[in-house]
């Protein structure tokens, strides 16, 4: 036998279990024997490969496996303030009761689309059969009422339509977290901060759009209680961009966590086990697929946000750049009445009245006319969207060279 043969067959008796042996899995991938796999599924005695899992049902599968989806008491403290709009307007991504943690049921998403239709009644009550009594102009008040409605119609649907799709995703990266901080062993003392920096964040998106509420209420004469309902419901799509934030931080505190881990193996005891190894490996996994977890279930939210920021900036850009040419038009007709009074000035046909008048237009007009300025700084005219953009990028240019030179 030569000495590669020897060498496989010792490895075989090594890695394969006895006969009559198996290996099972629990919902975040930990073998029986305490080996975590790293998503991959455990072989049983008489299976020399994984079997690959059916993907429409993997994830459904990997959360019913575990009977009681038990989440530790910090966990719960650094997801509810996150989870308190969710449950408000039936948006909820799970289910959290006496420390379990379960998909959102039928009737559950039957509620949050019934209550998704009512919004949609609700906006189109608030939007389209009141009065315009803002006094502001009547196409502008169809276009804003036309674009408020698209956005909360269709943020809305997709956001039912995610938590519906993606309900094991969002059960299954809350126990991958949890799993990875088990194999850490982070608790939550390690996590105090997270869930102080939760509520910070919970009561300041609160906040803003409570001023934003009041600003509007009183921005505009006899204005209704329903659109300023309305527009708090905004609140709903920009927490799930905060929730995806905070879930990122997560993860992230969690890989600083595993890196430092493996930069002090040489001085732990357990390295040398190859148990801790696959530990090791299995929790990179873990932190890897909660990621992908989160693109997948976050995606089409923070590209609805996306969108419709791109939309808002390039609305302000455009009434920015109709206000540059309404005030470069006035501005070239001070301009021509300057150069009309010097030429009355200057004619031989004008009398004395009328170069009086002409002179005190001139005095008049070079003592009180200034550009309309920005904070002071910029002049609006023509060139103002070219100043800016030009301010713009010098300063990226000088923010770039402190980080690349």
């Not at 036309?146 to 299954?172: A, P, R």
């Not at 493996?262 to 932190?287: K, N, P, V």
């Not at 004619?347 to 008048?357: A, G, K, P």
Request: net charge neutral.
């Amino acid at each position: 036998m030569s000495r590669l043969d020897r060498c496989d067959s010792t490895a075989s008796q090594k890695t394969d279990p006895p006969k009559g042996q198996q290996r099972f899995c629990n919902a975040s991938g930990v073998s029986s024997d305490g080996h975590l796999m790293g998503g991959g599924g455990c072989l049983s005695s008489d299976q020399t490969k994984p079997t690959p899992p059916d993907k429409t049902n993997h994830n459904e599968s990997e959360v019913d496996a575990q009977q009681n989806n038990i989440i530790e008491p910090y966990l719960e403290s650094i997801l509810r303030p996150l989870n308190i709009i969710q449950n408000v307007f039936f948006c909820a991504k799970y289910r959290i009761k006496d420390h379990v943690i379960k998909p959102i049921s039928r009737l559950y998403s039957a509620v949050s689309v019934i209550f998704y239709f009512l919004i949609k009644v609700y906006l189109y009550s608030s939007i389209f059969l009141t009065q315009n009594i803002s006094g502001v102009d009547d196409f502008e008040y169809f276009f804003l009422n036309i674009y408020h409605f698209v956005i909360f119609s269709i943020g809305g649907l997709i956001n039912v339509v995610v938590n519906i799709k993606q309900k094991y995703n969002n059960v299954l990266y809350v126990l991958k977290i949890q799993n990875v901080h088990r194999i850490l062993k982070l608790d939550e003392r390690c996590y105090n901060r997270t869930i102080i920096s939760n509520w910070v964040c919970v009561l300041a998106i609160n906040c803003f759009h409570i001023i934003w509420t009041f600003i509007y209420f009183f921005a505009f004469d006899d204005i209704d209680i329903l659109n300023i309902m309305s527009g708090y419901m905004c609140i709903r799509f920009d927490f799930n961009g905060i929730y995806a934030t905070r879930c990122l931080r997560l993860i992230t505190e969690s890989l600083k966590n595993w890196r430092r881990d493996l930069q002090m193996c040489a001085y732990t005891i357990d390295s040398r086990d190859e148990s801790y190894w696959d530990a090791m490996f299995g929790c990179f996994i873990d932190i890897t697929e909660v990621f992908q977890l989160i693109e997948k279930t976050f995606e089409p939210m923070y590209t609805l946000l996306t969108c419709s920021s791109l939309t808002w900036v390039i609305k302000n850009l455009l009434i920015i750049t109709f206000l540059c040419v309404e005030c470069e038009k006035y501005y070239s007709a001070i301009k021509q009445v300057e150069s009309t009074c010097s030429q009355m000035i200057t004619s031989e046909r004008s009398s004395v009245n009328q170069r009086r008048f002409c002179k005190n237009i001139l005095r008049v007009q070079g003592a009180t006319f200034n550009k309309l300025r920005v904070c002071g700084l910029f002049a609006v005219d023509a060139s103002f969207p070219l100043r800016v953009i030009a301010f713009i990028t010098t300063y990226i240019i000088v923010l770039l060279q402190f980080v690349f030179l």
